[in-house]
């Protein structure tokens, strides 16, 4: 397997522009995670998905961010409008069981610059 | 406070050295997870634990559940060791939680 897929890996925008960043998971992991990794918080959850189903989305910054799973192969996590505040690189990762429970394959992450 | 504390922040090591980095934690969990993070950015996951000890390679993780404590230790360092090493725990009864992790320096 290739592994988690995310695209793009680098993204540069401008304020108030939408971002879309896309995660294919591996193949047969029935959990996503979406995570967030800045030099001040660290990494931090925002949002996971079991068999496509939000699970829990409290680390959501806000109504600006959203993400889909509309199906087992593919995940987008939607930034719209985009702020200077929200650069960091944005990972994806999989799992085959619930977290604690096994171990999470982590994507190359996205890169996302707010201009 | 931080749920998850990690020390040393930053560690400079010369190769060779056994390497000892700390991880406390502050809440309930179900497991506590290892991972490495090399200077591309990747990450990948070292160990999972919920209880003793376990070890891959050079690479052993231990985890004390009363204490709430776990040391990831890396005996005879490489500089490929190089790399940002990161603490997380599942604390019950949902949500990944990490330390900001411990920049590690092996020099040759």
């Known amino acids: 397997d290739a592994g988690v897929i995310q695209s793009p890996r680098h993204e540069v925008t401008e304020m108030g522009q939408e971002v879309t960043l896309r995660c294919k998971p591996i193949?047969?992991?029935?959990?996503l995670f979406w995570y967030r990794q800045t030099m001040m918080r660290g990494l931090e959850l925002l949002i996971y998905?079991?068999?496509?189903?939000?699970?829990?989305d409290s680390g959501m910054p806000e109504d600006r961010f959203s993400a889909k799973m509309p199906n087992a192969s593919f995940s987008t996590l939607k930034i719209q409008p985009s702020e200077p505040r929200d650069s960091a690189v944005y990972f994806c990762?999989?799992?085959?069981?619930?977290?604690?429970?096994?171990?999470?394959?982590f994507g190359p992450g996205t890169r996302l610059t707010v201009l | 406070k931080n749920e998850v504390e990690q020390s040393p922040q930053n560690l400079t090591a010369q190769e060779g050295e056994f390497i000892t980095i700390n991880c406390s934690y502050s809440?309930?969990?179900?497991?506590l997870h290892w991972l490495q993070q090399h200077p591309g950015g990747g990450i990948v996951s070292l160990f999972m634990l919920s209880s003793g000890k376990k070890k891959h390679g050079r690479l052993i993780a231990t985890i004390n559940i009363q204490e709430k404590h776990s040391s990831l230790h890396i005996t005879a360092s490489h500089p490929r060791d190089s790399a940002v090493y990161i603490c997380?725990?599942?604390?019950?009864?949902?949500?990944?939680?990490f330390g900001k992790g411990t920049h590690l320096i092996i020099q040759p």
């Open positions: 193949s047969g992991h029935d959990y």
């Open positions: 997380a725990v599942n604390p019950l009864p949902d949500g990944l939680t």
């Open positions: 990762a999989s799992s085959l069981r619930p977290r604690g429970y096994n171990e999470q394959f």
């Open positions: 998905f079991n068999n496509n189903v939000p699970i829990d």
């Open positions: 809440v309930g969990i179900s497991a």
